[in-house]
């Protein structure tokens, strides 16, 4: 079985390296982003911060109060009365008329800023309001300053101001695109700022909240402003309930109508001058003064105005915002597009829920830094992925070529995007022929072949492999496919995982021999497998071969061997029954022994060269010590000593089929004896290293001449150094192939008259 492990410790790849050139590039985008956000948010002549307003006010409108009423100045009234402007004593009867009815206040939206023609008619009109109690009259700016005078207040006529309840102030801002839409609830002189007329108006209800509005730091020294406040208007479809100023007069509005209102007395007739462009503009046309001041008090009555949110915390909310978004576009990519919408209809909502509760957050900044924060993420990210895009394709391109190039992508003349799309179109090109080319190989292979993914699914399978399983296989689990096919270990149900599975021969259910083998696909820089290539070897055919060499070895072991036995019994009970015929017996015994050892040499050759070996750790001194007490009489009767050379401590251990390595051994030491003159040694000497055990064995024969040593351990193969000598050539050829066996390596070396040299290098076992 075969284990594979994720490495710990990883250098980091392009892709982590471009990721974290993209993370400290998008610090320094927030830091530049952000700052322009909060600068944005202080900005209020930003022409989308009305545009907003004026969408999401229409979604807040505000209803109407029923207690305000408006008496118009409108064109009836100019028709029937005259031309403007009428006499006063006109509008001191007016006001005697509304004083009857008890109403709670009476704002006059008529500027009384010069005197009379005739002084009796302001007496009359100041007479009128005194009477009354709670007329408010307006007072106005001067609209163009003189050279080297402050910037003055113009008041009503002093017999009107004395008498009046209270004077407050009409102005109104419009902003940069001309349209009124805020306010100053105070301003005037250094020291001497009036209220706005509403808010007097309002006072008269008893209205006991704190003015609303925003606190201005003034810079200019002769006017000063505070408590702005945007005008909460009524919807464009709504409208304040009015009388004509004609009606009034002549008594046909009942008292009743009039009683306990508010009254707001002006000029609404087109061509009267007091109208301004406001966000009803688009629906009604331009508004009469008298009716923005009845949307300011119905405002202040509802407590309804709408307050401008801090600068300071404004540009902090949208700057919050927009760090937000910046962050989660950093740590979830992949929903960036429906986050920025998110966020920017959170901000939309947001800012509409403000604006209901009476505060105005303009989300134009805001929504401009997500946008611009959505825009600029998918620019790197897109840049970042074009450059990992052309680091790959590079490094694809300079991949050895399995197949030759059919065609070359072009070379972009500037544009990086076009120059990357060849290049992709030329890789997939590549991996498409490759992928065929890999298809092909293994449909061609002569053995059943699949590839499979982690999970053991078939991806690609040969066509033996598809008649092996007699399945298409492809789709399918290859472990569910192997216990049908009566894989060993799988028959009881488990489904280990492909890196558990044994390399294992075994008999399937059609009782073919097959013997499996896998190994893992792994990727170019990781050690994770990403599939696993397996491969199924049909061995019925060989083992049926080694049955047979098997049945041959039985008969040449056994039945071979018996008839040869019998003979040198029947020729030893003949040679003392007639001892005349000794020297032929002497013969025939020499020709029946050389048959036998004929015969054990065809066995111990097959037996080296099959694949019934039995490894198992074995001490190479008891091998050495074995095969010296099988070779001893042979070295006594030629009066050779055998000398071994062991190590002190003798304990070199070899994973070893001990009769096969211990039979090579003796083939040795008998070579070395047969081949030597009487009166010599032979000596085996033993040595070895960190990985390798190393046994050299020496005798002083004759020696081997050079051109016959590279065709030493060929079979039948006999030397002039061996005349005189029995034998076929095999035993070498035994020892070579019971060494390869054993994953070693013999070599020979020989001097003529000086004597030869093997030595047997095989690895050491290491528990």
Not at 49 to 65: G, H
Not at 115 to 143: F, H, K, T, Y
């Amino acid at each position: 079985m075969r284990l594979w492990h994720r490495a710990e410790k990883r250098q980091p790849t392009q892709a982590q390296n471009l990721f974290n050139g993209l993370v400290r590039e998008w610090l320094w985008i927030s830091l530049l982003l952000l700052p322009m956000t909060a600068f944005l948010s202080l900005s209020p002549g930003f022409a989308l911060n009305n545009l907003l307003y004026d969408s999401l006010r229409r979604l807040t409108p505000l209803s109407v109060e029923p207690q305000i009423l408006l008496v118009t100045i409108d064109d009836l009234s100019l028709k029937q009365m005259g031309q403007w402007p009428w006499s006063r004593r006109v509008h001191a009867d007016l006001i005697d008329r509304l004083s009857a009815a008890k109403p709670v206040g009476i704002l006059f939206d008529v500027i009384f800023s010069e005197p009379a023609r005739d002084p009796a008619d302001d007496q009359r009109l100041a007479q009128a309001i005194c009477q009354a109690g709670n007329v408010l009259l307006p007072l106005i700016r001067e609209s163009t300053p003189r050279y080297g005078l402050p910037v003055t207040q113009i008041l009503p006529v002093l017999p009107l101001r004395d008498c009046a309840r209270g004077i407050g102030h009409i102005n109104v801002e419009a902003d940069s695109d001309g349209i009124v839409r805020s306010l100053y609830l105070r301003e005037g002189p250094a020291g001497q700022m009036t209220p706005q007329l509403a808010w007097l108006a309002f006072e008269l209800t008893g209205g006991q909240i704190d003015m609303p509005g925003l606190s201005v730091a003034s810079t200019a020294q002769h006017w000063q402003r505070d408590k702005a406040i945007r005008i909460p208007f009524i919807a464009a479809n709504d409208g304040f309930p009015s009388v004509p100023y004609i009606s009034v007069l002549r008594g046909d509005v009942p008292p009743e109508l009039l009683r306990d209102r508010l009254i707001l007395v002006g000029a609404t007739a087109p061509g009267m001058g007091d109208r301004y462009v406001t966000p009803l503009s688009a629906s009604v046309g331009t508004t009469p003064g008298v009716e923005i001041q009845a949307n300011i008090l119905n405002g202040l009555m509802q407590e309804r105005s709408i307050t401008v949110l801090p600068a300071w915390l404004a540009a902090l909310l949208a700057s919050s915002m927009v760090a937000l978004l910046l962050g989660l576009l950093l740590f979830r990519p992949r929903y960036a597009l429906w986050l920025t919408l998110g966020s920017m209809l959170f901000a939309l909502l947001g800012a509409w829920g403000l604006l209901r509760l009476g505060v105005w957050w303009s989300p134009a900044a805001c929504l401009i830094g997500l946008l611009l924060g959505y825009l600029i993420w998918n620019w790197r990210r897109l840049s970042v992925i074009l450059a990992y895009f052309g680091w790959e394709l590079a490094r694809l391109d300079n991949e050895p070529k399995v197949l030759p190039e059919r065609r070359r992508a072009p070379v972009s003349n500037g544009d990086v995007l076009q120059g990357r799309i060849y290049a992709l179109e030329q890789a997939v090109s590549r991996t498409r022929d490759t992928r065929r080319f890999m298809a092909d190989g293994l449909e061609c292979l002569p053995v059943a072949t699949l590839i499979t993914d982690p999970k053991g699914d078939v991806l690609l399978a040969n066509r033996i492999a598809r008649e092996v399983f007699d399945s298409q296989l492809v789709n399918e689990n290859l472990l569910d496919q192997l216990a049908a096919l009566g894989y060993p270990s799988l028959l009881n149900g488990e489904r280990p995982p492909l890196s558990a599975l044994e390399i294992v021969e075994f008999r399937d259910t059609r009782q073919r021999s097959l013997r499996l083998e896998l190994a893992p696909l792994l990727p170019a820089d990781d050690d994770v497998a990403l599939g696993w290539l397996l491969s199924l070897t049909d061995l019925s055919i060989e083992r049926e071969a080694q049955q047979q060499r098997e049945t041959l070895l039985r008969f040449l072991s056994h039945d071979l061997r018996a008839p040869h036995s019998a003979i040198l019994a029947l020729l030893d009970v003949q040679r003392h029954e007639t001892p005349a015929a000794a020297p032929i017996f002497a013969q025939i015994e020499q020709q029946v022994r050389r048959a036998l050892n004929l015969t054990e040499s065809f066995v111990q050759l097959a037996k080296a060269e099959s694949d019934g070996y039995h490894f198992q750790p074995s001490l190479f001194a008891m091998l050495v010590l074995d095969a010296f007490d099988q070779v001893a009489l042979f070295a006594q009767l030629k009066d050779i000593q055998l000398v071994h050379e062991l190590d002190e401590t003798g304990e070199e251990m070899v994973l070893a089929d001990q009769s096969l390595l211990t039979r090579a051994l003796f083939n040795l030491l008998q070579n070395a004896i047969k081949y030597s003159p009487g009166g010599t040694t032979v000596t085996l000497s033993v040595e070895s290293n960190s990985q390798w055990l190393i046994c050299r064995i020496r005798d002083q024969g004759p020696g081997i001449a050079a051109e016959d040593l590279p065709e030493l351990f060929g079979q039948y193969r006999r030397f002039a150094s061996s005349q005189g000598s029995e034998g076929l050539g095999l035993g070498l050829t035994m020892v070579k192939a019971v060494v390869d066996r054993h994953s070693g390596r013999i070599e020979c070396e020989s001097v003529v008259g000086q004597g030869t040299t093997f030595s047997l290098q095989l690895p050491l076992w290491e528990e």
